[in-house]
């Protein structure tokens, strides 16, 4: 990593909370290739690591589960291994390499996206941090995507860990949180935000009517009113 993931007050870029999700010491990864969905796991673990994998067939429309799976996971310590291969006929019903696709099919690539999430049982697997990932089978500029609203509320402060409540009406892919910057006397834009920090999480795929809960840890020590930061926190998406 380098410097060009973090503004110059320490604050992360979306880059930076992606290298948090690579770099993690286990990854989920999917992808396509020929007529199948490969799912690999990798694991950096010093331990043996077994659980379940939930795997969903997601509509971008209404955030209707199509279709799921469930599949047991048993990995060593340091392995990287293949755990579950999807036909492209199951999921779309047409069997289609990646290069092409039918953009009417209802439940094709342009409608859905799947969605993974490792549940070990040992809740210290990988820090304690989600393992889960996405496959999206188009770029996502040839999904309709629906307009979303984010709705955000703060729902515990202790000292400098704040914890705020994320929420859509629609799907939302890539729901990036953040402050905008003060204005001085004069009403310029001074590229200070009002309250400097990280959250434990951004950049995430938010589904219809779930409400995320993220933790936020502030850099500085200034006295904030919740109410002005919650007038000045952003939440966009892609």
């Known amino acids: 990593m380098s410097w060009s993931s973090i503004e110059w007050n320490c604050e992360w870029k979306l880059l930076h909370y992606a290298a948090v999700r690579f770099y993690s010491p286990v990854l989920l990864s999917m992808y396509e290739e020929g007529y199948e969905v490969k799912i690999w796991m990798t694991s950096d673990e010093h331990k ?23 599949v047991p996971v048993d990995i060593g310590s340091n392995k990287s291994a293949q755990i579950f291969t999807i036909d492209t006929q199951e999921l779309f019903g047409t069997k289609l390499p990646y290069y092409e696709y039918i953009s009417e099919n209802p439940i094709g690539r342009t409608k859905s996206f ?19 990932n996405l496959l999206f089978f188009v770029p996502l500029k040839s999904v309709a995507l629906q307009d979303a609203t984010i709705a955000t509320k703060w729902i515990v402060q202790e000292g400098d860990v704040w914890e705020l409540e994320v929420s859509s009406n629609e799907v939302a892919p890539f729901v990036y949180l953040r402050f905008e910057a003060e204005h001085d006397q004069k009403g310029h834009y001074n590229d200070i935000p009002r309250c400097a920090g990280r959250f434990a999480d951004n ?14 840890f502030r850099f500085d020590d200034a006295k904030r009113d919740l109410k002005l930061l919650a007038s000045s926190l952003s939440a966009t998406y892609l």
């Open 48 to 70: 043996h690591i077994t659980g379940e994998l939930a795997i969903q067939l997601v509509l971008f429309k209404d955030g209707f589960v199509q279709k799921e799976w469930s």
């Open 203 to 216: 950049g995430f795929l938010l589904h219809k009517n779930e409400k995320k809960k993220i933790k936020f």
């Open 114 to 132: 799947l969605q993974a999430k490792f549940n070990p049982r040992d809740i210290t697997v990988n820090g304690g941090a989600e393992i889960s």
